[in-house]
């Protein structure tokens, strides 16, 4: 097929761009990936033990409050009514999480109402209540308190970022509500679910068209294949979802990412914990959390007599790992600003996702950073001969 766009990798932003130009433009696309299947982190498959649905990359939960993205994904899916939620062992003792009236209370053996609760809590905050911190450690402070920090967020952000919770953004703190009613959902968002059918059921549908062609196992960067960036890129308009900084082949420095090692085991019986997630709140567990992945599908005909856990190990990515989260260091950050300039010079080729952007973001925001970029970029580029990249 001779491909009016190439698209490099077949995550969510790859495969939105792919749809919508083959769909809404009825151009030919070819998608090229370097893993063996589509879909990247989002990827799911049945696990050969026990045909339970199992997350290869960490478990993925649908929830957004975008209603164009909710409509948009809706065309290729329909989501269960799982509701998210997450609990916590501490000193052996569950809670729930995030931080809402119940732990409170179980956490103080107290029957607090919202209002003692909040003062109780402004309180334990101490001089760094009202105020609005930098980093994470005073930012936790301020939210909860001390003796709940401690108990629950310190030494979890320990292990989940190895780094000084005094040098990291406030910004990963404010993910996590704090509410003081007995709400214990883990999302905000006005919309949550899985699909219905699995991930790969979904993934598939997006690209069910004679004019997506993909080859898998193919890296963008090999020059022994012909799809290759050597001669590809001024020829014909890529999109490219794989990691800044090897696109420039590091020349502003790596950018610095940490990855999850996951432990299988297969416990023999039907239920290990009860629930999907259970966090390590404390530092003598080496793992920060448990993922049971047959009770996000409640609904499903699952065996009885066994199940599968993963526990998850924290840690800088090195050069070969799997780039799951960001750090964001002021090094990596001063790097950000050249890869950008480069990127935007770089005429032809719209740089977009997670990798391609150096930023987290959850399902919902890498499909609708890939809607509106098909809107800004990409359709006024072949409609009307604008250039791709975001420059000029
Ligand atoms: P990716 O999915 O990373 O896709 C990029 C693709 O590019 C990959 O398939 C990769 O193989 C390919 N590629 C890279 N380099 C090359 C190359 N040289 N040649 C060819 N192909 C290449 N989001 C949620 O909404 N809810 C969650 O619960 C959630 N949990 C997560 C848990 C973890 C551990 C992680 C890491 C992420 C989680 N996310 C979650 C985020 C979600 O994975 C992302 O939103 C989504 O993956 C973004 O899609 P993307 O297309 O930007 O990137
Ligand atoms: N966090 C924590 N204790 C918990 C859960 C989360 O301290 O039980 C902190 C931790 O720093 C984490 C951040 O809150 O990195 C964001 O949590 P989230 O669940 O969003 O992290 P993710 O699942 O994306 O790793």
Redesign the pocket.
């Given at each position: 097929m001779e491909a009016d766009i190439v698209i490099v990798g077949s995550g969510f932003f790859g495969l939105t761009i792919a749809e919508r130009c083959a769909n809404e433009l009825g151009l030919k696309v070819l998608i090229v990936e370097k893993r063996s299947h589509i879909g990247g982190n989002a990827y799911s498959e049945a696990d050969p033990k026990t045909g339970i649905e199992v997350h290869k990359y960490g478990a993925h939960l649908f929830h957004t409050s975008n209603e164009r993205v909710w409509e948009y994904v809706n065309r290729f899916t329909s989501f269960t009514p799982y509701v998210h939620k997450?609990y916590?062992n501490h000193r052996g003792v569950v809670y729930s999480?995030p931080i809402n009236l119940g732990t409170i209370n179980q956490f103080f053996g107290a029957a607090y109402g919202p209002e003692e609760a909040r003062a109780l809590i402004q309180e334990q905050a101490g001089e760094l209540s009202g105020k609005d911190p930098e980093n994470?450690n005073d930012k936790g402070i301020s939210l909860i308190g001390r003796p709940l920090y401690e108990a629950?967020?310190k030494e979890?952000?320990g292990k989940?970022?190895q780094t000084d919770p005094k040098e990291l953004p406030a910004s990963?703190?404010s993910?996590?509500p704090v509410r003081y009613n007995y709400d214990n959902r883990y999302f905000n968002d006005t919309y949550e679910g899985l699909p219905t059918e699995g991930y790969t059921a979904w993934i598939n549908k997006m690209v069910e068209h004679p004019n997506i062609e993909i080859l898998t196992d193919t890296d963008f960067f090999d020059e022994s294949q012909p799809y290759s960036k050597a001669a590809l890129v001024g020829k014909k308009p890529v999109i490219y979802t794989g990691p800044l900084d090897k696109y420039f082949d590091y020349s502003q420095g790596a950018l610095s990412w940490r990855t999850i090692d996951f432990e299988t085991e297969y416990p023999e019986c039907g239920d290990y914990q009860g629930t999907s997630v259970m966090?390590y709140?404390d530092a003598e567990i080496p793992f920060t959390r448990i993922i049971e992945p047959r009770h996000f599908h409640p609904e499903r005909d699952y065996p009885t007599d066994k199940t599968i856990i993963m526990k998850e190990y924290s840690r800088f990515a090195e050069a070969n790992d799997e780039p799951y989260?960001p750090i964001n260091s002021d090094k990596d950050r001063e790097a950000l600003l050249e890869y950008r300039r480069l990127a935007e010079q770089e005429d032809g080729v719209l740089f977009g996702g997670r990798l391609g952007t150096y930023q987290y973001l959850d399902m919902h925001m890498a499909i609708g950073s890939a809607l509106t970029a098909f809107d800004n970029k990409v359709a006024p580029h072949f409609r009307d001969g604008k250039p791709l990249n975001s420059a000029k």
């Open positions: 997450v916590t999480m994470l629950f967020i979890y952000t989940q970022w990963i703190i993910r996590l966090n709140a989260y």
